[in-house]
């Protein structure tokens, strides 16, 4: 991430041009938005479903100021974070019981399929296995390292 100036407002194929962090992408935006729902006396997670939808629609379309991130950045940072997060290992604290993964089949983290290797146009189904859930293939030298 490029963090030294000038920024200008780049060409959509130039990505990302502030100058804040992720964190300080976000941190601005939220409390932007959380400041716009207090000073209209309710906030973002008491409205409707409805509104919440025409809000985030809003802030796709961009022209709204969130304390100097423009509204389509952030619209565009928080589906990628949601999105990396729905499909992500769960060991990294999203897709809890690997939703995403069940949703579009997606096997999970198996270290092999060599049991699979010899057998052609099979359907193919194993329950969504997670790093953190499977065996280090280092597992067994570690507690004989441990024993010693």
Known sequence: MYRHGPFHKGLPTQGYQLEYTWAELFRRSMNAINNHFTDQGTSFA????????????????????????????????LLNVTVQGFFADPMYGGNKNMAGWRMIGFPGAYADYNDLIDKHGIEFKREPLSIADRESPYSSVHRKMARS
């Not at 802030?59 to 304390?67: M, R, V």
């Open 46 to 77: 008491r409205l409707a479903s409805g509104q919440k939808d025409a809000y985030l629609v809003s802030l796709e379309k961009g022209g709204i100021d969130l304390d100097g991130v423009p509204s389509d950045t952030f619209f565009e940072a």
